[in-house]
């Protein structure tokens, strides 16, 4: 039997494998995928964000057993860019997830840079698609900060968590890196912690200055205390809420396409790399990168001339870019 058609029999080694193969960019990946892809596009998908810290993955454990106590069925994504260099926040993670590791109706999964961010994005929705065939009702991702790799997945997924915390500074920057604009539900987290009831406030605040028209989603700030499982009910009917609001207002669509266009252009770009360092066995390659460090030429050229020697039409295309 195919890897492919194991995962959909909801084989959990299989799935394991397939994943790993996507991020490895295994051309078995994407043999298999072309059989999944039928049965992808069920499966409700939960980004989780924040700075490093705010309890994500605790609150994410708490909505784990919160989904299970509705008979859901869920996959975890946890995206962690820095563990190359530590390997430790990881390990964080599975533990912190461990009381639901022995469910197996929870299939949780962290996805590791190794150093590269590139296509990152990518794997991570190729794992939720792995997922969403095997039949998980719903898929959480978790992400760190708010680099572009998060910015990304924030906007690939139906509805985003923004978990703050009181106290650590970084909320005002997550704020400032237009995360805030992407949130679709804001968890104030450790509200057993000092300074929780201003950031509320603060964030009420900052939320009513933008105008709302035609009864737009107004992110609702839910207090959780992650450690001690408070709050994860409210924040279960908040997510409810907006899955239910983007189902009237036809937003669900609009977001799977902006899901659909970032994996096509996330594919577009790394084939055409591939096609790059194929060219003459990678010398053609070598030789502009001579030619640019020698200042014949320059980066923006040397790509048109790339371009140039994987469409055979270069002219219109320089043209066009010298306008
Ligand atoms: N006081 C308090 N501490 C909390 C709360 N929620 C989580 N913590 C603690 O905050 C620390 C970080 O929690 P995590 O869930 O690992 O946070 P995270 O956002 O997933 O962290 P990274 O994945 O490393 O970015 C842990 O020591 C938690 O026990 C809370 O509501 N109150
Ligand atoms: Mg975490």
């Not at 994407?30 to 309890?55: D, F, N, Q, R």
């Not at 409810?240 to 669900?252: A, D, F, V």
């Not at 577009?268 to 790399?273: A, G």
């Not at 200042?295 to 469409?311: M, S, V, W």
């Amino acid at each position: 039997m195919s890897l492919a058609d194991r995962v959909l029999k909801g084989d959990v080694r299989a799935a394991a494998r397939l994943i790993s193969l996507i991020v490895d960019e295994s051309p078995e990946a994407i043999k298999e995928m072309e059989s999944l892809y039928p049965h992808t596009g069920k499966a409700y998908i939960l980004g989780v964000t924040g700075a490093p810290g705010v309890g994500k993955s605790t609150l994410t454990d708490n909505l784990i057993g919160a989904f299970r106590r509705q008979n859901m069925t869920v996959g975890v994504i946890a995206i962690d860019p820095t563990s190359a260099l530590t390997g430790g926040a990881i390990l964080g993670d599975r533990v912190r997830m461990q009381q639901h590791s022995a469910d197996p109706a929870v299939f949780i999964r962290s996805l590791a840079t190794r150093g590269w961010v590139g296509g990152l994005a990518k794997a991570a929705i190729g794992a939720a698609h792995v997922m969403d065939a095997m039949g998980k009702d719903i898929i959480i991702v978790e992400t760190v900060g708010s680099g572009q790799v998060e910015i990304d997945i924030v906007k690939a997924a139906d509805t985003t968590l923004l978990v703050l915390a009181p106290g650590a500074g970084d909320e005002i920057q997550t704020m400032k890196a237009g995360i805030l604009e992407s949130a679709d539900i804001i968890a104030v987290n450790k509200a057993d912690k000092e300074g929780a009831d201003r950031l509320k406030a603060d964030l009420a605040l900052m939320l009513s200055m933008k105008a709302r028209p035609g009864g737009e989603w107004l992110p609702p700030i839910v207090p959780t205390e992650a450690v001690n499982d408070k709050g994860t009910d409210e924040l279960v009917v908040s997510i409810s809420k907006h899955r239910e609001y983007l189902k009237n207002s036809g937003g669900m669509p609009l977001r799977r396409r902006e899901r659909a266009k970032l994996e096509l252009l996330e594919s577009v770009e790394s084939l055409i790399k591939d096609m790059v360092h194929e060219i003459d066995g990678g010398a053609y390659l070598e030789k502009l990168i001579d030619e640019i460090q020698k200042g014949k030429t320059n980066p923006h050229n040397a790509a048109l001339d790339i371009i140039e020697r994987l469409t055979g039409e270069p002219g219109e295309l320089k043209n066009k870019q010298q306008i």
